[in-house]
Nanobody, 123 residues
Framework: QVHLVESGGGLVQPGGSLRLSCAAS????????MGWYRQAPGAQRELVAT???????NYADSVKGRFTISRDNANNTIYLQMNSLKPEDTANYYC?????????????????WGQGTQVTVSS
């Protein structure tokens, strides 16, 4: 199995910055795409940004130019640098990863989610 642990959330004023981290651990064979999603109260979970193993990125229109996703393949970790934060960025941010894990001398596909880290943007 593969476990994801997020960190870095908190309270920040509008216009401020935060950096989220997500580390994957377990019997990992390979991780393909990793990404960040967020869910505000009463809303559906939405994509924020994704990054492939090769470094190709994809961003929601609402965060383009303000957020940057990056990846450290050697440590199975991704980051989300969030700048110029707005109150509407307030949400629980979840890490997601998909790939293959080692199982009984073979491998199986996985899709894992972290527990989430709260980001609150407020004055």
């Amino acid at each position: 199995q593969v476990h994801l642990v997020e960190s870095g959330g908190g309270l920040v004023q509008p216009g401020g910055s935060l950096r989220l981290s997500c580390a994957a651990s377990g019997t990992i064979f390979a991780i393909n795409t990793m990404g960040w999603y967020r869910q505000a109260p009463g809303a559906q979970r939405e994509l924020v940004a994704t990054i492939t193993h090769g470094g190709s990125t994809n961003y929601a229109d609402s965060v383009k130019g303000r957020f940057t996703i990056s990846r450290d393949n050697a440590n199975n970790t991704i980051y989300l640098q969030m700048n110029s934060l707005k109150p509407e960025d307030t949400a629980n941010y979840y890490c997601n990863a998909n790939g293959q894990y080692i199982y009984a001398f073979n491998w199986r596909d996985f899709v894992s989610w972290g527990q989430g880290t709260q980001v609150t943007v407020s004055s």
